[in-house]
C-alpha cells in the first residue's frame, strides 16, 4: 500500500495527518475489560459470600488455633496442666488475646482491676490453689458478678486463661485495686 492510501483527506495550513486506526485486538481487549469489570464488580462488590481480606485473616487464625489446640490434646484442667501452660509461650500469647478482648472492662488491661478483683496481688477471695482459677472462670464467684465463662470458652482455652491470669500474679499494673480476699501460698514451682 502506498503510503498516502494512509493519509486522511484533510490539510490545514499544508499539514496532513497520517491515519492509524487502533488495531481489532486493542478494541476487544478494551471491550473485554469492560465486560471483565462488570463481573468483577457484582462478584466482589455485591456477593454477601466474597471473601475479604478480613475474613480470610480470621479464617486463617481459626485454623491456626486449631492446628495449636490439636497438638497440645484435650487440656485437662488440673494442677500438671496449669503449670505446663504457663511456661508455654505460644499459648499464654493466645490467652492475653482472650482476656484483652473479654476480662479487661472488669480486671482492666494489665490486670489490676476495677469493677473486679486485683489479678495480679497475693490475695485471692475465691482461689486457693491454681485450678481454682479454672474452676472460676468456668463457674464464675460472687453470684454472677464474676460471669462465669463455660459457654464462651472451650476448655482448652479455659485452662491457657487460668494459666495467663496465674501468670499475672507478681506483675505490677498501672493501677492496682486494693487487695481483696486471704493471702495463699505460691503457685507451685513447674516440674
Ligand atoms: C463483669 C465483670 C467481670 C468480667 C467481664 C470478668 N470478671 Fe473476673 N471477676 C469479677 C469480679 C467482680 C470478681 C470477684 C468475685 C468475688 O467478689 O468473689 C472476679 C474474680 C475473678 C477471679 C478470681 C479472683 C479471686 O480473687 O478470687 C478470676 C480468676 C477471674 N475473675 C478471672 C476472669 C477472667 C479470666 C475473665 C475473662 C474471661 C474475667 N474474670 C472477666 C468480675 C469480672
Known amino acids: 500500500m502506498a503510503v ?11 499539514i496532513r495527518e497520517y491515519d492509524n486506526p487502533t488495531p481489532g485486538w486493542w478494541h ?3 471491550i ?3 465486560f471483565f469489570s462488570f463481573f468483577y ?22 485454623r491456626e488455633y486449631k492446628r495449636l489446640f490439636g497438638a497440645l490434646g484435650d487440656l485437662q484442667p488440673d494442677e500438671a496442666t496449669i503449670l505446663k501452660m504457663m511456661g508455654n509461650e505460644q499459648m499464654l500469647n493466645v490467652a492475653q488475646g482472650f482476656f484483652q478482648s473479654t476480662c479487661t472492662q ?5 490486670g ?8 495480679t496481688d497475693e490475695h485471692y477471695k475465691n482461689v486457693k490453689k491454681l485450678d481454682d482459677l479454672y474452676n472460676v472462670i468456668t463457674n464464675g464467684a460472687n453470684a454472677g458478678v464474676m460471669p462465669s465463662w463455660k459457654n464462651q470458652f472451650n476448655q482448652n482455652e479455659r485452662v491457657i486463661l487460668a494459666a ?10 498501672a493501677s492496682a485495686k486494693a487487695p481483696e480476699g486471704d493471702p495463699i501460698p505460691p503457685w507451685p514451682a513447674a516440674k
Open 41 to 62: 464488580f457484582v462478584y466482589w462488590e455485591m456477593n454477601p459470600n466474597a471473601s475479604s481480606p478480613q475474613s480470610r485473616w480470621a479464617a486463617a487464625q481459626t
Open 4 to 14: 498516502k492510501d494512509f493519509l486522511s483527506d484533510h490539510e490545514y495550513d499544508g
Open 112 to 119: 489490676g482491676g476495677n469493677v473486679g478483683v486485683n489479678l
Open 28 to 30: 476487544a481487549i478494551f
Open 106 to 110: 472488669c480486671h482492666a488491661k494489665d
Open 164 to 173: 495467663y491470669v496465674a501468670s499475672l500474679r507478681g506483675t505490677k499494673p
Open 32 to 34: 473485554a475489560t469492560i
